[in-house]
């Protein structure tokens, strides 16, 4: 199983970025390769809550479910994938003083098994780092931005 983890800061309050993120509207504005992101039952955001979604990657278009398996208020969503791409990615939401805040983003991730799987743990421990950076990368974006602020940091 690989693991990956960067944190950011973000010029944005804790409260601000969480509802940014748990907003499922804009996730196809965030997450790298999203297209779509419905709801696909009675909650719209929260413990519980599933969506389907469509994804996006070059010529591969496969359609995942999504289901948030952590949930704690201005602290952290964690996204379970099922489907033909597997794995977690969580979004921690911490304070850090004057307006700012941390967003620590994670994923886990199965590689596929046997010979082939082998092979090509490399590439795919690549391509999932890619995305995770993009991810980070366009949501603190976007959380400014709907903040209106225009910081800029890595903190790890």
Same mark, same amino acid.
């Given at each position: 199983?690989?693991?990956?983890?960067?944190?950011?800061?973000?010029?944005?309050?804790?409260?601000?970025?969480?509802?940014?993120?748990?907003?499922?509207?804009?996730?196809?504005?965030?997450?790298?390769?999203?297209?779509?992101?419905?709801?696909?039952?009675?909650?719209?955001?929260?413990?519980?809550?599933?969506?389907?979604?469509?994804?996006?990657?070059?010529?591969?278009?496969?359609?995942?479910?999504?289901?948030?398996?952590?949930?704690?208020?201005?602290?952290?969503?964690?996204?379970?994938?099922?489907?033909?791409? &597997?794995?977690?990615?969580?979004?921690?939401?911490?304070?850090?003083?004057?307006?700012?805040?941390? /967003?620590? &983003?994670?994923?886990?991730?199965?590689?596929? &098994?046997?010979? /082939?799987?082998?092979?090509?743990?490399?590439? /795919?421990?690549?391509?999932?780092?890619?995305? /995770?950076?993009?991810?980070?990368?366009?949501?603190?974006?976007?959380?400014?931005?709907?903040?209106?602020?225009?910081?800029?940091?890595?903190?790890?």
């Amino acid at each position: 199983m690989g693991h990956i983890k960067y944190a950011s800061d973000v010029g944005a309050p804790v409260e601000v970025a969480f509802n940014y993120t748990d907003n499922h509207l804009f996730v196809p504005d965030w997450a790298y390769g999203v297209a779509t992101f419905e709801p696909e039952g009675e909650l719209e955001h929260g413990l519980g809550a599933v969506y389907g979604t469509a994804v996006r990657l070059a010529l591969w278009h496969p359609r995942i479910t999504c289901e948030i398996t952590e949930y704690r208020r201005n602290v952290v969503i964690g996204y379970t994938l099922r489907g033909r791409l &597997s794995g977690t990615l969580t979004l921690r939401f911490d304070p850090l003083g004057y307006g700012r805040s941390v /967003l620590t &983003s994670e994923a886990d991730y199965t590689a596929p &098994s046997g010979i /082939l799987g082998k092979l090509c743990a490399g590439l /795919l421990d690549s391509a999932v780092r890619r995305a /995770l950076r993009r991810t980070e990368s366009r949501l603190r974006r976007e959380i400014e931005e709907f903040h209106g602020t225009d910081l800029v940091g890595r903190i790890a």
